[in-house]
């Protein structure tokens, strides 16, 4: 698929919004609960399992595919580790694989194949939180797009989906407790990913990887 995309659109753009992994795969699962849980409003059945618990399970498929294909940290995504790691965690009950779709560095080498990094453009997820307008510019910009402001029509319904999923995780709190040494060890497993990530894209990022910032 990218080879063809790069014949069709050589110059296309690309936009790659990045965001702590631990707290991408809190959103992850929440949004996994937030389904879950409407679907047992129907059926009356909702069995879920703790971040924590799925969490440990992620980690050890990680840990356990990487200790197997240590030099697939900086091969991209159709990489021995990401085929590993896919089929550990399809056996899983139910299938999940919130942790991984952080390893970003995977992603965007697979996409280095095909075009220049001076073709992406790369969003913090928290600086686009606390300067949405300041990111937005950069952003026209990056496209050769004339300055704007974003229509609010769209602000308040981001803000509303925002409003769904904080309701969410304060009604499953419980469901989120995370003990310090699970965090360590997400930490301690992504971070040459991220170590990865921020070469490719030159930039810093400053995240906390046992924390969510």
């Keep these: ?51 924590e618990q799925v969490l440990v399970d992620e980690i050890a498929a990680l840990e356990n595919c990487q200790r197997q294909n240590r030099s697939s940290v900086t091969t991209g995504f159709r990489s021995a580790l990401l085929d590993c790691y896919f089929r550990q965690v399809s056996r899983f009950q139910p299938p999940f694989n919130h942790l991984i779709h952080g390893l970003y560095n995977q992603y965007v080498r697979g996409w280095l194949r095909y075009f220049p990094v001076e073709q992406m453009h790369f969003i913090n997820y928290n600086r686009l939180k606390e300067k949405p307008m300041t990111v937005v510019a950069r952003l026209l910009s990056f496209l050769g797009l004339a300055n704007s402001t974003v229509p609010q029509a769209g602000i308040k319904e981001q803000q509303r989906k925002d409003r769904s999923y904080s309701d969410t995780e304060r009604m499953h709190s419980h469901l989120g407790q995370l003990s310090n040494e699970t965090r360590a060890r997400v930490a301690e497993v992504v971070a040459p990913h991220v170590r990865d990530l921020y070469a490719l894209i030159g930039s810093d990022l400053g995240w906390n990887l046992s924390s969510e910032r």
């Design 1 to 51: 698929v990218l080879k063809t995309l790069a014949r069709v659109l050589p110059c296309v753009r690309l936009i790659w919004l990045l965001r702590n992994p631990l707290a991408r795969a809190r959103s992850a699962y929440y949004h996994y609960v937030t389904v879950k849980t409407a679907g047992a409003r129907q059926t009356g059945n909702a069995k879920l399992r703790s971040f």
